[in-house]
């Protein structure tokens, strides 16, 4: 069966550090892992990763895939109070639904 | 610039009722997907249409859940009998292809 863990479940830290969230996985076909953040209802796309090694970045936010030992991080620098949400990972397999992990409570304080 | 739609927003019913959740997918999108996300939990998913092929049903917890989608376009997520435990938030989520998933804002279902 399909799954993904994440880590930390939540993290609180303040304005300006530097976060790493972390998600492995175990899925049959890898075809893409995805990172999603969640501030209400609906989650919103920020990554998609298919191949080791292979940094994508957007603004503060970065993410990278290792296939060899299943796992994708989140990096975000210089926190700010509006990087509060839960972040969300999935994984896309063969049967290309999404599994998601729990995701992680990040909590950016002031 | 239309996004994914859902309808209601939020949903207060009586166990044992059955209620019906709909969606709208982005235009074109040929895939549609439906999450439900429990207080503290991931995302569950439940059902996933793909074009004109038969539904992946895999996800649905019971009996009581069905979906469709007519047309290809529109989808009803139908829970019948519902229980406490089917309160959750139901998320509904289109793709052009089966890789990025646009999410619409989801359904409150309240159970009481």
């Known amino acids: 069966e399909d799954k993904v863990v994440q880590s930390p479940l939540s993290l609180v830290v303040h304005e300006g550090d530097t976060v790493t969230l972390n998600c492995s996985y175990e899925?049959?076909?890898?075809?893409?892992l995805l990172w999603y953040k969640q501030e209400k209802k609906a989650p919103t796309f920020l990554f998609m990763l298919?191949?080791?090694?292979i940094e994508k970045k957007s603004g503060r936010l970065s993410s990278i895939l290792d296939k060899k030992e299943l796992f994708s991080i989140l990096n975000i620098t210089a926190t700010q109070t509006g990087d509060s949400a839960i972040y969300l990972c999935?994984?896309?397999?063969?049967?290309?639904?999404?599994?998601f992990g729990k995701g992680t409570k990040l909590t950016v304080n002031p | 610039g239309a996004g994914v739609s859902q309808s209601p927003s939020n949903k207060v019913t009586e166990k044992g009722k059955d209620v019906e959740l709909r969606c709208d997918p982005i235009?074109?999108?040929?895939?549609l997907y439906w999450y439900r996300q429990s207080l503290g939990q991931g995302l569950e998913f439940l059902i996933y249409?793909?074009?004109?092929?038969?539904?992946?049903k895999s996800g649905l917890p019971s009996d009581r859940f069905s979906a469709e989608r007519t047309g290809g376009s529109v989808s009803t997520l139908t829970i019948q009998r519902t229980q406490q435990e089917d309160s959750a938030v139901y998320l509904c989520?289109?793709?052009?292809?089966?890789?990025?998933?646009?999410f619409g804002p989801g359904t409150r279902l309240t159970v009481t």
């Open positions: 989520a289109s793709s052009p292809m089966p890789y990025e998933q646009y």
């Open positions: 899925v049959t076909n890898f075809r893409s």
């Open positions: 298919t191949s080791s090694g």
């Open positions: 999935a994984s896309q397999g063969g049967s290309e639904k999404l599994v």
């Open positions: 235009s074109g999108h040929t895939a």
């Open positions: 249409f793909q074009g004109n092929s038969a539904p992946d």
